[in-house]
């Protein structure tokens, strides 16, 4: 043993040596990824030592690959690095380090942290100081008590840093030296949003070292997390180069809920969960008698048990505003299993945030796939394609799941399974929603983005508690491991890498002609190989086949085609004044050529990978490679962030200036402002003003269709006493589409008279059925919570924002979201001319549009061209038309252009109470028995079923003139005349 002991000191010194004369960098070494054969510089002979210097770096990989030698704690301690210098998700080494740290509580150890850990540094055993370890990866730097000790004691995670320090000296940097009194002292300061922390140094050398490594790591690419990318974004753009960077969208609650369902019970090893409302008892599954096991706490308990680490961030509401009980979900959670962590934020009274709530709806697995969109795991969302008003008796949504905010919020907590409405009475509110799973490097940008915001809640929330972590994003970049083996590794043939515009003086950059030695580079990312297929998202043909007779479509005489080079999307930049300083990076990576193949693209892909077949997409789509963005709306309150991102405004409005045939929404709200506006702050509307008006400048066709919501998801009838609310978001919703000045409609209008329908148009959606077996008809609204927007069927925009400024101005509510460009392309037409479509956002759209319009098998193909006159007007333009029609003329239901006063409100709702004996439903929505009608002077009755046979689909127009007599603003007397930015 004694023997051993020496011969490992022997070999570290060895190695050591090694390391100090340059035989080998350890700056900027991949995390447990081979080292190169070192190779003698081109054109030199082969000489003895070239010849040690192979045989050394052979024999060092060798001994590098073995992880348990590499994170023993002799090995760390020697070379002066630690447990995360070697693990591979957290990105190459950087730099690392012991200093000295004041904002921390005492660290305790056997010795009780005797005096400065019995250091040499003079002035230094005072005032609370103590040595802790640094480590320095490119995207944080994490404080460890030392280099074997896996518990973080803090960590700043870099984020975009203000392009000024207000004085006019340029960009503020990350890291900084500062001045002591004491010139015995070395120290620096190191921020990260809003947080700041100051560490010394033995010397003054290692401080401009670490100053430099620092900054250094902040801002160089792909990521440089310090300055702001397209849009304004955190998050650069991925997928430009095949770094597995895929997407996949879920139209409705029962395909999101399922592929949530798969993913968590595939999870290996964290589960985050980021929500504005979660419910524990919701059933992912249904009927839920028969899938008892998908209920989410459920699904918790059974990975926790497996032991999976489970991070939940809950929205913190004020109680009085809203009854998501955030309370009620924390104790159910944390009750399940001790893995379970949960913190709810903000704290209402030590943050001042009243108005304004976290928005996101977030799951991401072992940062390896994601979900986002508009879907919280919570009741209400769950539904399918049709879009039913009842189940009596409950199979599909037991309990307060049967849910209609119109009529009723839940009062009580204390049975979930007891019902809220009566299902003989109440038509439950049908929810259309879209979600989308990412995968590879845009799923860990938006897990650093619930990191940022988790580590923000824990240190305003439970500083001191250690049950709850903070906790470490991982790298864009997963390094596979190099577990060393008896042949010798070979040197990459090629090692031309994307950022050879960039002179660094590190492995990454390093092209010196005299350099004998190449520096040392990382391997390509390959996220499949270190995850596998865990989380594969499928659905079987049986679950398929449950929901009824839903349209499917197929792109089968179609081949995939590479992103065309005169694609009019192709390179969105925005033009910032604060990016003019960023190198267009990104417009010198080539994407690499996808191979034609005489298979069409199904057979190409891999079946694992592949929800169902082409035939039945229905409300899941293919799983495509594309280019992903995140998108956020955050500032400080509500992510620490040092300054405010409205990167999803940004994106929203340089996407539609982009635009050339047509853009398609699907939004909860639509509430913008023109130029001008002073009291509604973004510009969704003007930009859409501007596209419109050079179409027609152009005399171009272009088509923007906005799908919203008939009305607000709020309670109260529209002439309660407490409904204020309601009416009040309906009066800037129409204050932004057709009522006074600032309206697009009243804008255009003046320039373009009728013909401005030919440029944009309004709807939403309606559905009807029986409350159950031979009950009554009833119809209600299905509500549009979806935050989408589909350009020229080639790019997507999805997440949590509406359009308004809660969502859009960064200042106020958190959102993500995410920009999807195809890569893969389909044959299509647009205009009446071939067109290369998007596979991802021309499925989804086709997905949306077969749903709305009703449309059967084989007609698919007739709404492939959105713009042309036979798909926009005789078919889209003209089933929202008669459905409207049919609805008003069986259900007189609300809202409608029949009635433009409150007075005329009251006398209609009146009437037709007292004919159907009816006084439940608060927007009416109940069928009579008979449909009286007069032919020959005599009165006819018809079964109401007869007529409703001819609606198709859910599109219905949206009522324009409803209430236009009106002034639905907030009365002094109300508390929302107080607060009414709440409200846009």
């Known amino acids: 043993m004694k023997m051993m002991n020496l011969m490992m000191r022997w070999f570290l010194f060895i190695m050591r040596k090694a390391l100090e004369t340059g035989a080998l960098l350890f700056r900027d070494v991949p995390s447990s990824a081979a080292l190169p ?34 994170n023993s704690p002799e090995v760390c301690r020697f070379l002066e690095v630690s447990k995360l210098s070697f693990s591979p998700e957290y990105g190459p080494k950087l730099k690392e380090d012991y200093v000295m740290v004041k904002h921390l509580t005492k660290i305790l150890d056997d010795d009780d942290q005797q005096g400065c850990c019995a250091c040499d540094w003079l002035g230094c055993c005072n005032d609370n100081w103590q040595k802790v370890w640094a480590v320095l990866k490119p995207g944080f730097l994490a404080l460890l008590k030392d280099p074997f000790d896996s518990r973080l004691l803090d960590i700043i995670v870099f984020d975009v840093l203000p392009s000024s320090d207000g004085n006019g000296e340029g960009r503020v940097s990350l890291a900084e030296e500062t001045k002591e009194r004491n010139p015995l002292r070395h120290s620096f300061t190191v921020s990260g949003g809003n947080q700041s922390i100051s560490l010394r140094c033995k010397s003054q050398n290692r401080v401009k070292d670490w100053v430099a490594a620092i900054n250094d790591a902040g801002l160089r690419p792909p990521e440089g997390w310090c300055h702001p990318h397209r849009f304004g974004s955190f998050a650069p753009p991925r997928g430009l180069t095949e770094d597995d960077s895929k997407a996949q969208w879920f139209v409705d609650g029962q395909a999101a809920f399922d592929a949530i369902a798969l993913a968590i019970e595939g999870a290996k090893s964290e589960i985050f969960i980021c929500g504005w409302w979660l419910c524990p008892e919701l059933y992912l599954r249904r009927p839920f008698h028969a ?24 929205y913190k509401e004020v109680a009085i505003a809203l009854k998501i009980n955030s309370v009620y979900s924390k104790k159910k959670l944390l009750g399940i299993h001790e893995n ?8 209402h009274f030590s943050s001042g945030v009243y108005l304004w709530s976290h928005h996101e709806k977030l799951v991401i697995i072992d940062h390896h796939i994601c979900f986002i969109g508009g879907l919280d795991l919570c009741f209400g969302r769950y539904d399918s394609p049709e879009h039913k008003v009842g189940d009596q008796p409950p199979t599909i949504w037991p309990g307060k799941d049967y849910y209609n905010p119109r009529e009723s919020e839940p009062n009580s907590w204390d049975d979930t399974m007891k019902d809220e409405l009566d299902r003989k009475k109440y038509p439950r509110m049908p929810w259309h929603d879209v979600h989308c799973a990412l995968w590879g490097p845009p799923c860990r940008d938006i897990a650093r983005h619930f990191v940022q915001r988790w580590n923000y809640a824990k240190r305003s929330k439970a500083p001191n508690e250690q049950a709850i972590p903070l906790l470490i994003p991982q790298h864009h970049m997963v390094i596979p491991h190099y577990m060393g083996g008896s042949e010798v590794m070979k040197a990459p043939i090629d090692i031309e890498n994307n950022f050879e515009g960039f002179k660094r003086q590190d492995s990454f950059s390093s092209r010196s002609e005299d350099q004998d030695i190449p520096l040392l580079m990382p391997q390509e990312a390959d996220v499949q190989d270190t995850s596998k297929s865990d989380c594969k998202v499928m659905i079987g043909k049986h679950d398929q086949q449950s929901r009824g007779s839903r349209t499917h479509f ?23 004044d604060n990016l003019k300083h960023q190198h267009d990076w990104s417009s010198e990576i080539l994407l690499p050529g996808l191979r034609a193949s005489e298979k069409e693209w199904w057979e190409t892909q891999d079946r694992g990978d592949q929800v169902v077949s082409p035939d039945e997409i229905g409300q899941v789509g293919p799983r495509v490679s594309c280019r992903c963005q995140a998108i956020r709306s955050v500032s400080q309150w509500s992510a620490g962030t040092s300054q405010v991102e409205d990167s999803i405004h940004n994106a929203y409005c340089s996407l539609i200036e982009r635009a050339e045939h047509f853009i398609y929404f699907e939004n909860q709200f639509f509430i913008s402002g023109l130029s001008g506006d002073d009291t509604i702050r973004n510009r969704v509307l003007e930009a859409l003003y501007k596209r419109i008006l050079k179409a027609h400048n152009e005399k171009k066709c272009f088509r923007v269709i906005i799908v919203i919501p008939l009305l607000p998801g709020f309670q109260g009838g529209l002439d309660d006493g407490g409904a204020a609310a309601v009416r009040t978001i309906m009066h800037w919703q129409y204050r932004t589409i057709c009522r006074g000045n600032n309206s697009i409609l009243h804008n255009l209008g003046h320039l373009l008279g009728p013909k401005m329908h030919d440029y944009i148009s309004f709807y939403g959606l309606r559905s009807y059925g029986r409350l159950f077996e031979n009950g009554p008809l009833a119809t209600s609204q299905v509500y549009v919570h ?8 080639r790019v997507a925009l999805i997440g949590s924002a509406n359009i308004n400024d809660r969502s859009l101005l960064g200042s106020r509510d958190s959102e993500i979201g995410v920009v999807i460009e195809d890569r893969e392309l389909v044959d299509s037409s647009m205009g009446g001319k071939p067109w290369k479509a998007g596979k991802f956002s021309s499925s989804l759209r086709l997905s949306l549009w077969s749903e709305h319009l009703g449309l059967r098998p084989g007609e698919i193909s007739t709404i ?33 252009d029949l009635i433009h006063s409150r007075v005329a409100l009251r006398q209609s709702t009146v009437y037709w109470k007292e004919k159907l004996g009816q006084t439940t439903t608060t927007d009416l929505g109940i069928a009579p028995m008979q449909l009286e009608s007069y032919q020959d002077g005599f009165v006819k009755g018809t079964n109401p079923m007869e007529r409703l046979e001819s609606i198709k689909g859910h599109l ?18 109300e508390s929302e005349y107080y607060a009414s930015q709440v409200f846009h």
């Not at 899938?291 to 809950?314: C, F, M, N, P, T």
């Open 956 to 973: 219905v127009s949206f009522p324009l003139d409803f209430m236009s007599k009106e002034d639905l603003r907030p009365a002094f007397s």
């Open 291 to 314: 899938h008892a096991s998908s209920r989410l706490d459920a699904l918790l308990e059974a990975k926790a048990r497996q032991g999976v680490q489970i991070y939940i961030l809950l």
């Open 340 to 347: 379970i962590r949960v913190l709810r934020y903000p704290d």
């Open 864 to 896: 492939n061209d959105p713009v042309i006159d036979s798909t926009y007007k005789d078919i889209w333009m003209a089933t929202a038309k008669t459905n409207t029609m049919i609805y008003q003329d069986v259900f007189s239901c609300l809202p409608n």
């Open 786 to 793: 979806s935050k989408i927007m589909i350009i020229d069927d």
């Open 37 to 70: 054969i070192i190779r003698p510089a081109l054109g030199r002979q082969h000489s003895m030592s070239d010849q040690a210097k192979v045989a050394m770096q052979g024999y060092l990989n060798h001994f590098l690959g073995n992880l348990d030698i590499v």
């Open 554 to 576: 197929t792109f089968r005489k179609s081949k995939v085609e590479p992103l065309a080079s005169n694609m009019p999307l192709k390179d969105f930049v925005n033009d910032l």
